[in-house]
Nanobody, 117 residues
Framework: QVQPAESGGGVVQAGDSLTLSCSVS?????????VAWYRQAPGKEREVIGT????????HYADSMRGRFTIYRNYHENRAWLHMNGLKPEDTDIYSC?????????WGQGTQVTVSS
């Protein structure tokens, strides 16, 4: 079983930057993994932020997320990252990491990001 694990959330001020981490609990990423970051506010649908392939590091962003958010991976640390700039109160959400390995999808439990005004 693949278990994504997120970390790095917390309470920040509007305008701050924050970097979230995604790792594989008890394991590692493999070359064909697709890693995606999502966010979800209470009562709303989960929305995708962007994706990155582990092997090639090819990134794709949702149009609404492009510009402030950056996804990257660190091969030696075996982590995928979500870097966020210029955070706004509307960015207050649970941020989750998803790993797709072949046809199987694994979800992390998420990390809370709260942006105060």
């Amino acid at each position: 079983q693949v278990q994504p694990a997120e970390s790095g959330g917390g309470v920040v001020q509007a305008g701050d930057s924050l970097t979230l981490s995604c790792s594989v609990s008890g394991g590692t990423f493999v070359g064909d993994d697709m890693v995606a970051w999502y966010r979800q506010a209470p009562g709303k649908e989960r929305e995708v932020i962007g994706t990155i392939t582990w092997d090639a590091g090819s990134r794709h962003y949702a149009d609404s997320m492009r510009g402030r958010f950056t996804i990257y991976r660190n091969y030696h640390e075996n982590r995928a990252w979500l870097h966020m700039n210029g955070l706004k109160p509307e960015d207050t959400d649970i941020y989750s990491c998803k790993i797709q390995r072949g046809s199987v999808v694994y979800w992390g439990q998420g990390t809370q990001v709260t942006v105060s005004s």
